[in-house]
């Protein structure tokens, strides 16, 4: 199952144009476009030559390092980006696309957004279920110390408070550090669905 979003609202203005979620969400219903916004959006990355965006998306999509692609692999992909993919982007001004010099950037806004790409496997448990878990065991817990029944009535209501609002606290910073460190597009060195 994969989600991908915007967390910036239910639309943003990119060059005096709004795009709907709607809107951005197609465009990054692709996984070349996400994986090009991504090594465009890593640190340092301001203009890129159409190729060597090209060959990245490729070694990406390949699980291949790039000296390790074939012509056939790095051209499909280069193709595809300045056939479709870049000239789409850029109607969109979610990035810049030079055909003359062959050349791709972000566009001011599309560098300062954050795009989300939650991708899981089948060893991973979502974050919504993880809560729904920690609030039935806290509810249990609750009961449990309500009604006196052993052996959750040995120690005190306050005890058990502090223990919750410490794990609510760390699952909380848990589950911030995988959004921001581990699904927005360019935070890492290669996309999340590399990696699966």
């Known amino acids: 199952m994969q ?11 990119v060059d005096g144009q709004e795009l709907s979620q709607d ?3 197609k465009m990054l219903s692709n996984q070349r476009r996400r994986f090009a916004i991504h ?16 060959e990245q998306v490729a070694g990406w999509e390949n699980d291949k390092e790039i000296k390790d692609l074939t012509q056939k692999e790095r051209k499909r992909v280069r193709s595809a980006l300045r056939q479709f993919h870049l000239p789409k982007m ?11 010099q062959g050349t791709v950037s972000l566009t001011e806004a ?22 729904m878990g920690f609030s039935a065991v806290s509810a249990v817990c609750l009961v449990g110390i309500w009604v006196e029944l052993y052996p959750l009535s040995l120690l005190s209501p306050r005890v058990y408070g502090v223990f919750f609002v410490t794990a ?3 699952s909380s910073l848990g589950h911030f550090y995988d959004n921001y460190y581990r699904m927005r597009l360019g935070a890492r060195d290669k996309p999340l669905e590399v990696d699966e």
């Open 90 to 100: 850029a109607d969109s001004d979610l990035i810049k696309y030079d055909t003359t």
């Open 3 to 13: 989600r991908t979003e915007q967390r910036n609202g239910a639309s943003t203005t």
């Open 110 to 131: 599309t560098r300062n957004a954050n795009f989300y790409v939650d991708s899981l496997t089948g060893r991973e448990i979502p974050w919504g279920l993880y809560y």
């Open 168 to 170: 609510l606290a760390v």
């Open 39 to 54: 090594y465009l959006k890593q640190d340092g990355r301001t203009e890129l030559t159409v190729t060597e965006l090209a």
């Open 23 to 25: 809107e951005l969400l």
